[in-house]
């Protein structure tokens, strides 16, 4: 597939040429989506996702042109999964995302809001990061979920997002916002963001590269509905924008017959 070729159909794809250039491209999108929603309402939601291309993006979030643009104390910051490790591991989103780029803005510590999956009562933990995400959206954890401006999102080479694998418990989630989930093929615990408040998001954006991902994406993107193996599928905003933002190497199979 052509690098910057746009293809519309249930989705926006939008295919770069590198590793760099999705970070680079989502840099611009941040920027954008965080502009229109301080217009909108004077601030910036948006929760963050693991994984190396993140990395590599927050790392540019951190410099110019995209440092000074962004409105850091208008900004809240949480996150769409947490692995069950503390801050300081290096397993730890949080402890990701600190290091390389919430140490590095003028943001208040106040307003970024870290999930705790180290804690042993998960359940607990996750009732308590909805009770926070309602706060800061002045709402209450038994209503509609919330709108965030803007949602990161991954995709795994099993075709998992956030921590929403194959065959998981919270695939099944149709209320809660956040739910602990046990992943057996990893035997350990994570939280996770749900379908039903990631598919409120005003904004999603997945950022996907690598030759390893190109069976996943096109069977994603291009293969039968089967969420349940494929749970990237059950992402279909309600009324917001989808856009998949890909490298040449991970679109490599896109067009061609699907296994």
């Excluded at 229109?36 to 790392?59: D, E």
């Excluded at 949480?78 to 490790?85: K, Y």
């Excluded at 809660?176 to 999603?204: C, D, F, G, M």
Aim: net charge neutral; charged share 20%.
């Amino acid at each position: 597939m052509k690098t910057g070729q746009i293809l519309r159909h249930e989705v926006d794809l939008l295919v770069v040429s590198d590793f760099a250039a999705v970070a680079q491209e989502a840099a611009k999108q941040v920027v954008a989506i965080a502009d229109k929603a301080v217009a909108r309402c004077g601030r910036f939601t948006v929760a963050l996702a693991g994984g190396s291309t993140p990395k590599r993006l927050y790392s540019l979030l951190t410099a110019e042109p995209y440092c000074t643009r962004l409105p850091w104390r208008g900004t809240h910051i949480f996150w769409g999964d947490e692995r069950a490790a503390p801050p300081e591991h290096p397993d730890s989103n949080f402890g990701m995302a600190r290091a390389t780029l919430l140490s590095r803005v003028p943001i208040p510590a106040n307003q970024v809001h870290r999930m705790q999956a180290e804690r042993t009562d998960l359940d607990a933990a996750a009732s308590e990061y909805e009770s926070e995400i309602a706060k800061v959206f002045e709402i209450r954890p038994t209503d509609e979920p919330p709108m965030f401006d803007l949602i990161l999102l991954g995709l795994g080479p099993d075709g998992h997002t956030a921590s929403l694998f194959p065959y998981s418990h919270a695939l099944q989630e149709a209320t809660r916002w956040v739910a602990p989930n046990y992943i057996p093929e990893l035997k350990t615990n994570r939280l996770t963001l749900t379908p039903p408040i990631l598919n409120r998001a005003s904004a999603i954006l997945f950022l996907v590269s690598g030759g390893e991902k190109a069976a996943v994406l096109q069977a994603v993107l291009e293969g039968p509905p089967d969420p349940e193996r494929l749970p990237a599928q059950l992402i279909r905003p309600v009324a917001g924008r989808l856009l998949w933002l890909v490298d040449q190497a991970a679109a490599s199979r896109l067009g061609e017959k699907v296994p």
